[in-house]
């Protein structure tokens, strides 16, 4: 289930159902039953639910989880304004099902000497497009300030699903039940802060759909990019697995460097070199082990280094400074034929120049992965227009030609075709200087092993994700190449189990 459906994809998916021959309201009566589900497994000794039921389909999920419910023996306190036959159809039928009494929304519902323990949340769905103001607006306020748990239909009230953004105001879930897939705003914040564990119900809604919704945003999860991992063969050896090279900054500037080749000799290159300037090949040479040094002291000395084509990946950018040297090797990079990570002062460096950047990437055939931080993405591309985090890097990979991966807790890979995956794992345990280093270095040496820049992307932020979780407080960047084994074997569980 790794396919994000925006709103509008999730009510094609509906309507192709239905088209089928499965009513709506099954799917609505299975809905509301999987929500009771969630609010019963949770809260077995809960007395009183209050169910906030709003105007449109998701208010007809509410009437069903009350039905259900009542029927388990819980006290239910419905609060729903207006006339339900008006419903919609199959809302209305739901609503016409549920024999307990109506009450109007309010803050009222959540108080009281017979107060709820527990409410559901079913005022809007994924699709709101406006802000919620007024009496909703302060019946959602007083929910999440009662500090009584909230179990959320579809998605909290307030977010939108498609792009995790907050509509004026939003319920805060301690968990969320939505259906047939998840939507981006699950897993784009602010809107995935909101949520709480989700639960994903199977209503009856054809898988069959998908192959005509074709949706083109996924789940970063090892599904999306196992079948492609480089993993190795008894058969192999060190050139077959890729001869990867990171350009290491000054002689007082060259940890990033090291970092990123940990990472990409961790993630499986079978060969990593920091090409150093001459000032820094001591201080280098005296950390490094298995990675080699070679001095490379400008672009011309870099060109020289990949005209030798088994060296078939370069990282530039950590610690490298932003000046004209470091544009004149990124150039140099991109006219040589490995496959090319830039980061950090890589993209900075062309600020004022994105366009030649672009250009040059569009030039060539081998995959380049651009992996910015919010502050990069935006001195590089501007202020790029989308709804979304995903529209965002969609247009920056369309526009540069690269794989783009826009760093943060809900990272984003977003391909030139158009493809993106959202990595939802991340872990404050990443917030420290040179984690985004060992990160390029592990897309490098996936690269260098021959996946594509986009399945580079997402597997080396799920990597880099997991290493940290794996390693948890107290993490530094240099723990993070060292967590890999422990990373890779369960991955190869994974994979034997597949």
């Not at 209503?203 to 998908?210: A, C, F």
């Not at 000032?279 to 298995?290: G, K, P, S, W």
């Not at 090797?329 to 120049?353: E, G, I, Q």
Request: with cysteine.
């Amino acid at each position: 289930m790794l396919e994000l459906l925006t709103a509008e994809e999730m009510g094609r998916a509906d309507r192709l159902t239905i088209e089928g021959g499965t009513p709506g309201a099954v799917l609505m009566e299975n809905a509301g039953r999987g929500v009771a589900d969630e609010v019963s497994g949770r809260f077995p000794d809960a007395a009183t639910v209050a169910v906030l039921c709003g105007p449109g389909n998701n208010g007809g999920d509410g009437f069903v989880a009350a039905r259900h419910l009542m029927e388990r023996g819980y006290r239910v306190r419905l609060g729903f304004d207006g006339d339900p036959t008006k419903l919609p159809p199959d809302a209305a039928a739901m609503a016409a099902r549920f024999k307990g009494p109506i009450e109007p929304l309010g803050t009222e519902l959540l108080a009281g000497a017979q107060g709820p323990d527990v409410i559901i949340d079913g005022l809007f769905g994924a699709g709101l497009a406006r802000p919620i103001e007024g009496k909703l607006a302060d019946l959602i306020a007083a929910a999440n300030a009662s500090g009584l748990p909230i179990v959320a239909i579809d998605v909290p009230s307030g977010i939108d699903g498609t792009t995790g953004a907050i509509c004026g105001i939003a319920v805060r879930a301690l968990a969320t039940v939505t259906f047939f897939r998840l939507k981006p705003g699950h897993l784009l914040l602010p809107g995935a802060l909101h949520c709480g564990p989700t639960r994903v119900v199977d209503i009856g809604i054809l898988e069959s759909v998908l192959a005509e919704i074709a949706p083109n945003t996924f789940a970063n999860q090892p599904g999306l990019w196992l079948a492609e991992y480089p993993w190795p063969t008894v058969e192999g050896h060190k050139y077959l697995r890729g001869d990867a090279i990171v350009a290491s900054g000054p002689m007082y500037a060259t940890g990033a460097a090291r970092l990123a080749a940990r990472g990409a000799l961790r993630a499986g290159a079978g060969l990593v070199t920091v090409a150093s300037p001459r000032d820094a090949l001591e201080v280098n040479a005296a950390q490094l082990t298995a990675v080699m040094v070679r001095e490379v002291n400008d672009a011309h000395g870099l060109s020289q280094l990949l005209a030798d084509e088994r060296k078939n990946a370069f990282l530039i950018g950590p610690g490298h400074g932003v000046d004209e040297q470091t544009r004149a090797m990124v150039l140099a990079a991109l006219k040589a034929s490995p496959r090319v990570v830039l980061d950090a002062d890589a993209l900075t460096s062309f600020a004022d120049d994105r366009e030649t950047l672009f250009a040059a990437i569009k030039g060539r055939e081998a995959p380049v992965v651009l992996t910015p931080h919010e502050g990069e993405f935006v001195r590089l591309f501007g202020d790029v227009p989308g709804a979304s985090k995903v529209d965002r890097a969609r247009t920056a990979a369309a526009r540069s030609g690269a794989t783009v991966v826009l760093k943060g807790a809900d990272t984003v890979i977003a391909a030139p075709s158009g493809e993106a995956g959202i990595d939802s794992a991340g872990t404050p345990w990443l917030a420290t200087a040179g984690s985004g280093d060992a990160l390029g270095g592990m897309i490098l040496g996936l690269l260098a092993q021959g996946m594509t820049g986009f399945l580079s992307g997402c597997a080396g932020v799920w990597l880099h994700g997991e290493a940290a979780k794996a390693f948890g407080p107290g993490l530094i960047a240099e723990d993070l190449p060292e967590m890999l084994p422990q990373v890779l074997q369960k991955l190869e569980r994974l994979r034997l189990d597949a």
